[in-house]
T-cell receptor, first 110, second 114 residues
């Protein structure tokens, strides 16, 4: 089955700096890659997603890149703000099942 | 539009008992997914239901089971509870479109097994 690895597990950045979270997957049939943000005590919320026919997608300060050949995708957050502090999960899906990474705890230091 | 709802919010059981968790999807969504989120760990896929049928299940023992009702709401049952079943159980719903199923999560049920 699919195996999704996510790095780093924890990340601290100064406010205004950029943050990058990386994920790798193993199943070449995976074609949908969402990213979720989970604030403490709250449900995961979809923040951005990318499909396998696209290499990059951007939404304001958040961008995701996908390299199908290398089977990895990354989340980029620019101009980080304290409210970006949360746990971020990547996922890969073949359509039948979602496989989640183990999460990255991001702390933005004011 | 109402989001995904789950009940109860918290559930406390003792070892060997059974737990029943409920999920109501967003109106129009036909798929319900169940996940286990143990403390400090990621989301572990449990079950996927679509149109009343179990479509896939994760690597969990058979004492984890569930069903989906005609109104697309779903129930997760955990039999013979063990201490390590203590976790946050999240359900998510989507409108199954084959390849790209954007999932919307509920607030979760916190199950504590004593």
């Amino acid at each position: 089955g699919e195996n999704v690895e996510q790095h780093p597990s924890t990340l601290s950045v100064q406010e205004g700096d950029s943050a990058v979270i990386k994920c790798t997957y193993s199943d070449s049939a995976s074609n949908y890659f969402p990213w979720y943000k989970q604030e403490l005590g709250k449900r995961p919320q979809l923040i951005i997603d990318i499909r396998s026919n696209v290499g990059e997608k951007k939404d304001q300060r958040i961008a995701v890149t996908l390299n199908k050949t290398a089977k990895h995708f990354s989340l980029h957050i620019t101009e980080t703000q304290p409210e970006d502090s949360a746990v971020y999960f990547c996922a890969a899906s073949t359509g039948n099942q979602f496989y989640f990474g183990t999460g990255t705890s991001l702390t933005v230091i004011p | 539009e109402a989001g995904v709802t789950q009940s109860p919010t918290h559930l406390i059981k003792t070892r060997g008992q059974q737990a029943t968790l409920r999920c109501s999807p967003i109106s129009g969504h036909t798929s319900v997914y169940w996940y286990q989120q143990a403390l400090g760990l990621g989301l572990q896929f449990l079950l996927w239901y679509d149109e009343g049928e179990e479509r896939n299940r994760g690597n969990f023992p058979p004492r984890f089971s569930g069903r989906q009702f005609p109104n697309y709401s779903s129930e997760l049952n955990v039999n013979a509870l063990e201490l390590e079943d203590s976790a946050l159980y999240l359900c998510a719903s989507s409108f199954f479109r084959g390849a790209y199923n954007e999932q919307f999560f509920g607030p979760g049920t916190r199950l504590t097994v004593l």
